[in-house]
DNA sequence: CCTTTGTTGCGACTGTGTCTCAATTGCAAT
DNA sequence: ATTGCAATTGAGACACAGTCGCAACAAAGG
């Protein structure tokens, strides 16, 4: 098993791209936020630990760790895309409590294999599928029971 | 089984609204489209047309149909919010071509099934859900193989 | 007729993400 | 170590979807 670095690297070096220092450093802050972030937490991040960083560099690093396969594009929210760290992580979906933003992970084997089949139904060669499912999660739903009006 | 101008209007009255002769235009311009499309597509449309109608208007009134259950917002394509007309139609979830952007719809009781079953699990209300699977259709594939390099 | 409340269009604005371009860096070959 | 060159960077301008504030307007009820 290789580590985060030596993945990235491996992916850059066959494109002919480079391990630079601010890839390195991206690269780790991205493993040292939680699991769900997105693009302007990273800049953030960076910013407030005095990593003089680009914007534009961030941007143009993350389509990078996603090729290499260290992160995923995950859901979009509020038209921010979100991204998530899948090294040494299984596939699975998401609950997404439309209230107060909690995020549930969850995988469930049957739905996986049945997505399988589906795809063969239609000769379809899946790359990535998402199931996000919307609503209220037992916190919120508790809460609005209390304070019923 | 009421009309969608029934259902719409019925929804606006409930919440002190007015069913103007701009969201009428709307909602008919809506079901003339097929069924997916965009905020853009619709403005576009009503534009030609010489409907004018801003796109302020067309933006706001979207959530409208979204909340009165006409439409649904599917998947994200290219940054743009793509919706799709449900009234009528049974839910169903979609395989995305990367290639040539084809969306095939396809509706499976069992995953159906098991996702509210993860649901009870969580204690969690769904609201919503999308099953997006991303990869290559058919024809994009048989095409690769005959001029594969 | 007058008031209230919702609606519209316009254009300015916001925020995410992309692009251009000149300057710089890393790396391999010399 | 030096050179050559492609990849990379930062800065800011830009693109674009979507939102907002505001003044004018319309509908409904008293």
């Excluded at 260290?70 to 509020?78: A, G, N, P, S």
């Excluded at 439309?98 to 469930?108: L, T």
């Excluded at 060669?125 to 508790?142: F, Q, T």
Aim: contains cysteine; positive net charge.
């Amino acid at each position: 098993m290789s580590t985060k670095e030596e993945k990235f690297n491996n992916y850059l070096r066959a494109k002919g791209l480079k391990f630079t220092p601010e890839r390195k450093i991206i690269l780790q802050e991205v493993f040292s936020l939680r699991k769900h972030f997105n693009a302007d937490q990273l800049f953030e991040k960076l910013h407030k630990k005095n990593r003089q960083i680009s914007r534009a560099t961030v941007y143009r690093s993350l389509p990078l760790l996603v090729e290499s396969g260290l992160i995923v594009e995950t859901l979009r929210c509020q038209s921010k895309v979100s991204y998530e760290q899948i090294f040494g992580h299984k596939h699975h979906d998401h609950l997404v409590c439309i209230k107060c933003g909690r995020i549930i992970e969850f995988r469930n084997e049957k739905i996986e294999k049945l997505q399988e089949e589906v795809c063969k139904e239609h000769n379809f060669k899946a790359v990535e599928h998402r199931l996000g499912i919307r609503g209220y999660c037992s916190r919120c739903l508790s809460r609005a029971n209390k304070k019923s009006s």
